[in-house]
């Protein structure tokens, strides 16, 4: 019998896209031939109690309701609800400092400089200081690449307007820009700490942004063994920083640009990354797998 057999299992969707999409379910065909009754469930507004599994797969605007999106993970944990991925990844990962734990723990990070919210800090000094002539602002809670944009270091003070704002709203990211993106930013995928699958994601011609939000193209490809031991340190070290092993992540995308061969790590999407689940022969029933392993415990 399968751990799913009679299981409710709720895919997280938000608001603005509460059905799921094609990915999500071809994940949900899957849970349900292994005996699950699989539904979305729009965080907003659903009653967790509703289920006793959720797995988030497309909230994307949780970022816009922060305060909204912890106090609902709380009520999971509070309703018993067991949550893929797990509870601690999923509220560290949602603040990209978590950049800052990644690095401490030896993983090559792009260049960033972390800015709390608040506390003074003009962009111009930020690339000055670093002796960075080209950067990316971004905001510390987000998805999508919304609100993220270039500027240089002959550009900053023009730019300080427009950075105060995002400041005094919350906490910001600089990083450096990295060339290495008009090569292709590179996903890959694991489902339980195993590699899956991956993707070339290429920004539109003139644009930074790998997102097809921005018409960025993204492809398949098949990374080097070196790219995947890369992307594979890097999700080991989410144990290091919040306890949580890749074998217990039912999955998990690491992007990162190729810098002279080795992987520069630029996020580590945990919360609501695009899988590609209805690209990849045996994607989504993979990712079933990882769900029910983690259920096992």
């Known amino acids: 019998m399968s751990v799913l057999d009679s299981t409710r299992v709720g895919i997280v969707t938000g608001p603005r896209v509460p059905e799921l999409h094609e990915g999500g379910r071809q994940l949900a065909a899957e849970l ?14 659903d009653d967790q109690r509703d289920f006793d599994v959720v797995v988030f797969r497309s909230c994307w605007d949780y970022h816009e309701r922060i305060d909204d999106f912890r106090a609902w993970l709380d009520a999971l944990a509070d309703a018993g609800v067991s949550v893929q991925n797990p509870l601690d990844a999923l509220r560290w990962s949602v603040h990209k400092f978590y950049l800052r734990d990644l ?35 971004k905001p510390a809670i987000g998805t999508s690449s919304t609100d993220t944009w270039r500027t240089t270091r002959a550009e900053a003070a023009d730019h300080q307007h427009r950075f105060a704002s995002m400041v005094t709203d919350g906490d910001v990211l600089v990083q450096r820009f990295a060339p290495e993106i008009r090569d292709g930013e590179r996903s890959l995928v ?3 700490g195993a590699f899956s699958h991956a993707f070339r994601r290429d920004p539109a011609a003139g644009d930074f942004r790998a997102h097809p939000a921005f018409d960025a193209t993204i492809t398949q490809y098949e990374p080097a063994a070196s790219t995947i031991e890369d992307a594979s340190a890097a999700l080991a070290a989410v144990g290091d920083a919040v306890g949580v092993p890749p074998s217990a992540l039912p999955y998990a995308r690491v992007d990162g640009v ?40």
């Open 190 to 192: 694991f489902f339980g």
């Open 258 to 297: 190729l810098r002279d061969g080795e992987f520069v790590l630029m996020e580590l999407e945990l919360v609501e990354p695009w899988l590609g689940l209805d690209r990849v022969d045996g994607a989504a029933a993979r990712l079933a797998d990882a769900i029910e392993d983690a259920l096992r415990g």
């Open 32 to 45: 349900e031939a292994r005996g699950a009754n699989a539904q979305p469930v729009v965080w907003t507004t």
């Open 103 to 137: 690095a401490a723990a030896g993983v090559p990070v792009l260049e960033t400089a972390f800015v709390e919210a608040s506390d003074g800090t003009r962009l111009p000094d930020v690339l000055d200081k670093r002796g960075w002539e080209d950067a990316v602002v």
